[in-house]
Structure formats: structure tokens, C-alpha cells
């Protein structure tokens, strides 16, 4: 059974993981983008800009994912718990929060452009003059930046990726289209660079409300499920994910006062070059986040203990030597990537940028490692190790190695940091596990510290999979005996046989006869505490009963009759 889950699980999260790295690349498109046309239609001089956005970038990324990981994680676990009136209260609530955050972020970082506050970020004033009209036009693309990441997060609650598919081809076309205009044929600068991304930003978040408001979602904004109760929960959950991005705000704010120092602006151009295309590569590990946090935090509201142990072999067994196969081509293209930016090989900043592109994919695979168990950390509440991983990512190791190198190797100090703080991280991990659990980890159950009462046990729960329509009969009948054996009164018992019958059914006729690959279905059915739970989970094209629901007849009861039943 265990070999069957972990397939399924990992044939699920490779599923769901084109479409969330898709959703980190849009992050990704405005550095790429802008570098692009700041290094090869404005001057050198734009990049330091560029880069100086960047602690200013990762602290709104801060808040996008506080509240993100916040609404996710507890949506996740209602959904696992099927309550579904907190699951709509955590929606209306974190969209609204995230617009009121939003707002007064945009207000700080037009007061900061216009009074010319940035003196903590550069003592340069020349730097300052160009930076301070390229915040300006970002802190108007601050708003569709964070609720356009929530509303992405939900959607794929929902299964509803094609939309924000769209909506991220859509950013994309505008983005460059604005650039071309603003920046190579009216000559706006660094302001018209920073403008173009932000109203980019404004069509994403609309294409996606569109599909909320549309009524085409089960999730929607209603005031009557709007309380104060749930914020603080948000927020809690939250903050560790968010601390990282805190804490690299800081970071990046000392490695910028370090560059500057011991390296001069060239070395904040050869950074801001490198990481601006290294942020594509980067979509790749945050959309592996994204879909294990979906995972997990079901997982965790099903107390499915065998899930969320094969959440994270996916991740550790798949996806960490992917990520080291991407950090090995990035490697090889070093000097090509570095000429999309700077031409003259003879110029300092092309040596610091060809050697970041060479030291900076080394520490991928390792941060990989951090971010799953970063995550995991999260949802099931071990605080004490979120927030020790965030801080030595965030300021200690990174800040700190480079503050002990910088003297003797220079700008390769800031790209070695890096590469330490992800060896120091995982060993932290593995640490933690052995003093918790007072041995060396033997599986990966022991590496995540899982308790031992976590999940139902095996006396509390059924499991059973299906590969063919004959074997639907033989669980609905098992799980009416399990429920009744579980002193669940006989209607509610077979109520929930009938409706594991229609629901696996369905997904057998229309799942598996969509593509030539072997199917399965896994079936629970859980009886803990008093409560029932039953859970099916496939690995076939998504079937949505929702939509199926809103295409029944009004005027013929018999048509779909087995979702109504459902309903």
C-alpha cells in the first residue's frame, strides 16, 4: 500500500507542479524583465537600482507570503475537515487583510520615493536620485502583487490553475509590451522600467477576480462571512514563512552595505545581473512550496500521516535531484547568461556576474530541503524550529559568512555565503531530529518528528484501492460495515457507502478513460473522535462536482442524479 501511495503522491505533486512554477515565474518576469531592458536600453547606472529594489521586493514578498501560507494552510485543513463555512470565512477574510496590507504598503514606499527616505539603503546620492523614481513606479504595482498571489493560491485550491494560467500569460504580454513602450520608445527610465511590471501586476489580479466574481467558484468574497475571528490565526500561521522574507529584507539591506563597501556599485550591478535571471530558476523550487503546502496542510487537517511522510519523500527523493540537475545546466550557461546582460568581458562586472552564475546554483538543491521542511514546520506547528531556520537563512549565515570573507574574496564572498547558509540549514534539520527524538532519524518519519498519536490508527481507519468499477461495489459495501462498526447509526452509514459508491464511481467512468495510463483511486473512510471522514484521492484528469452540479437540468431531476444525491 505504501508504494502505491507514494506514486500516487508523487504523480499528483508533478501534476500540480508546472502551474505553480509558472505562478513563481510571474515573480520572476518583472527582475528578468527589467534587468533586461535596464542593462541594455537605460545603462549600467539602472541596475543599481535594480538591486537596490531588491530588500524592498523580498519585504512585500514577505507579506504576500505570510498571508498566502496563512489562507492556504487553514483553508487546507477545513477542507480536510470539511467545513466549509470557515473555509469561506478564511477566504473573504485574507483577501481583505491582504488589500488592506497592500495599501499601506504602497503608501510607505511612495512616502519613501518622494521625501527621499532611501539614505538607509544607499548613502549614494547620485543612486538615490534614479532609485527613488524606480520605487515610485513600483509601489503602484504592490496592491495587484499581493492579492494576485492569494487569489492564485486559492484557484488552485479549487482546481481552477487554468485561470491563473491565463491571467500569467496575460501579465507576461503586458509587461514586455509596456516595457517596449515606456522604456525603448517614450524614454521614461527607470520609472517607465518599474511601471510597465506594476500596471503588468493589475491585469494578473484582474483576470483572476474575474473568475471569483464570475460566481464559477465555490470560494467567494461575502461580507456576511466576514469576521474578525480567524486574522490573528492567519497571521500566526503565517509569519514563519513570512519571517524568512523579513529576515532576507535585512539581509539583503547588509550584503547591499557590504557590496558597496569592500566591492564598490559594480558589485551590486554584477548581483542584481545574476540573481535577476537566477530568479527565473528559483519559480522552480517556489512552485514546489506551493504544492507541497497544499499537500501538507490537508494532510494535516486529515491527520493522514502516510500522506504527509510521502508529501515530503516526493520532495526529498524527486524533486531535490530535479533541482540539482537545473543547478548543473545553469552552471554550464554562465557566460551565455552573463552576455544577455554585459558584452565587454574586459569590463570587472562581467567576471562578478559569470561567477555568480557559477557559485549561486549550488546552493538550489540544499534550499530546497530548507523550504520543504520550512513549510511542513508550519502547519503542524513547530515554531521553534520555523524560526530558527528563518532567521540563519534570513541574516545569520548568509550576512554573516560574507562579513568573514568579503576582505579577502570579494564580490565571490556574497556568492559562497550562500552555498554555506544552505549546508548549515540542513544540518540544523537533521539536528533538530536527533535531539527530539534522542537517536539519529532511521526513516523519514523520524527526520520530520512526527508524533506518535498524529493520524488515526489502524483500528479507526479503512483504506482500500480501486482500479476497476468492480471493485466499487465491494468498498461501499466494506465501508457501511466499518461505519456501523464504528457505532455510526445505520442511515448516516449507508448514506456515506452511496456516496463513495457515486463519487469513486464517477471518477473510474470519466477519469480513467481520458488517457491510456493505469489508474487508481485510494478510499478512506476515518472514524476518530466522534467524527466521520471520508476521503478519495486519484491521479486522473480533475473532475470538479461543482461544475458538474451547476450543468444539471432544473427541469429534469433524473439527470445527474448520483451528484445530487451527493449535494
Not at 493522514?304 to 552552471?331: C, G, H, K, Q, W
Request: with cysteine; glycine share 8%.
Amino acid at each position: 500500500m505504501k508504494k502505491t501511495d507514494f506514486r500516487m503522491i508523487a504523480g499528483l505533486m508533478y501534476r500540480l507542479l508546472p502551474i505553480q512554477i509558472l505562478l513563481a515565474v510571474i515573480s520572476s518576469i518583472n527582475g528578468i524583465v527589467s534587468s533586461l531592458f535596464a542593462s541594455n536600453c537605460i545603462g549600467v547606472e539602472a541596475m543599481s537600482a535594480v538591486g537596490l529594489y531588491g530588500p524592498l521586493n523580498i519585504l512585500a514578498g514577505a507579506v504576500s507570503t505570510m498571508l498566502v501560507g496563512g489562507a492556504t494552510i487553514l483553508c487546507g485543513k477545513y477542507m480536510g475537515k470539511n467545513d466549509i463555512e470557515n473555509v469561506q470565512h478564511i477566504f473573504s477574510l485574507s483577501n481583505t487583510v491582504a488589500l488592506i496590507f497592500s495599501v499601506l504598503m504602497t503608501v510607505v514606499f511612495l512616502a519613501f520615493s518622494v521625501f527621499d527616505l532611501t539614505t538607509l539603503l544607499t548613502k549614494d546620492a547620485a543612486a538615490r536620485q534614479i532609485f527613488n523614481r524606480y520605487l515610485l513606479g513600483q509601489a503602484f504595482g504592490v496592491v495587484p502583487l499581493v492579492l494576485g498571489n492569494q487569489l492564485a493560491a486559492l484557484l488552485s485550491l479549487e482546481n481552477k490553475m487554468r485561470t491563473t494560467t491565463i491571467a500569467s500569460i496575460v501579465y507576461i504580454v503586458v509587461s514586455i509590451l509596456l516595457n517596449f513602450l515606456f522604456v525603448q520608445q517614450m524614454k521614461m527610465g527607470v520609472f517607465g522600467l518599474a511601471l510597465a511590471s506594476s500596471l503588468g501586476l493589475w491585469f494578473f489580479a484582474a483576470v483572476q477576480a474575474q473568475a471569483f466574481l464570475s460566481g464559477k467558484t465555490q470560494l467567494r468574497f461575502t461580507f456576511s462571512s466576514l469576521r474578525r475571528r480567524g486574522c490573528g490565526e492567519i497571521i500566526k500561521i503565517g509569519i514563519p514563512g513570512a519571517a524568512t522574507y523579513a529576515y532576507q529584507t535585512l539581509r539583503g539591506i547588509l550584503v547591499n552595505l557590504m557590496i558597496v563597501e569592500f566591492v564598490g556599485s559594480v558589485g551590486l550591478s554584477a548581483f542584481a545581473a545574476s540573481d535577476s535571471i537566477l530568479r527565473f530558476f528559483w519559480a522552480v523550487p517556489t512552485g514546489m512550496l506551493a504544492v507541497s503546502r497544499m499537500m501538507i496542510s490537508v494532510s494535516v487537517g486529515e491527520e493522514d500521516r502516510e500522506t504527509l511522510a510521502n508529501v515530503m519523500r516526493t520532495a526529498m527523493y524527486r524533486y531535490v535531484p530535479l533541482m540539482a540537475a537545473i543547478s548543473a545546466f545553469i552552471i554550464l550557461m554562465a557566460v551565455p547568461f552573463t552576455r544577455t546582460m554585459y558584452r565587454d568581458s574586459a569590463d570587472p562586472v562581467y567576471a562578478m556576474t559569470v561567477w555568480g552564475f557559477r557559485i549561486l546554483p549550488l546552493c538550489m538543491p540544499l534550499s530546497v530541503i530548507y523550504m520543504q521542511f520550512s513549510c511542513y514546520g508550519q502547519a503542524s506547528g513547530k515554531q521553534v524550529l520555523v524560526h530558527l531556520l528563518a532567521l540563519l537563512d534570513g541574516v545569520v549565515c548568509v550576512a554573516g559568512f560574507t562579513a568573514l570573507l568579503v576582505r579577502a574574496l570579494g564580490m565571490n564572498s556574497v556568492y559562497i555565503a550562500n552555498v554555506l547558509n544552505g549546508v548549515v540549514t540542513t544540518l540544523v534539520i537533521v539536528a533538530y531530529s536527533c535531539i527530539i527524538n534522542r537517536r539519529f532519524p532511521k526513516n523519514m518519519e523520524d527526520l520530520m518528528v512526527i508524533p506518535e498519536d498524529f493520524g488515526a490508527a489502524e483500528s479507526e481507519r479503512l483504506d482500500r484501492s480501486l482500479r476497476s468499477s468492480a471493485d466499487v461495489v465491494g468498498v461501499s459495501q466494506e465501508i457501511e460495515h466499518f461505519c456501523m462498526g464504528k457505532g455510526i447509526d445505520e442511515k448516516r452509514s449507508r448514506y456515506a457507502a452511496l456516496f463513495m459508491e457515486e463519487m469513486a464511481g464517477n471518477i473510474i467512468d470519466h477519469g480513467f478513460s481520458k488517457d491510456k495510463r493505469r489508474h487508481s483511486v485510494d478510499v478512506r473512510a476515518v472514524s476518530k473522535d466522534g467524527e466521520l471522514i471520508l476521503r478519495l484521492m486519484d491521479d486522473c484528469v480533475p473532475f470538479d462536482p461543482a461544475e458538474r452540479r451547476t450543468m444539471m437540468d432544473p427541469g429534469n431531476p433524473e439527470k445527474n442524479l448520483g451528484i445530487r444525491i451527493v449535494y
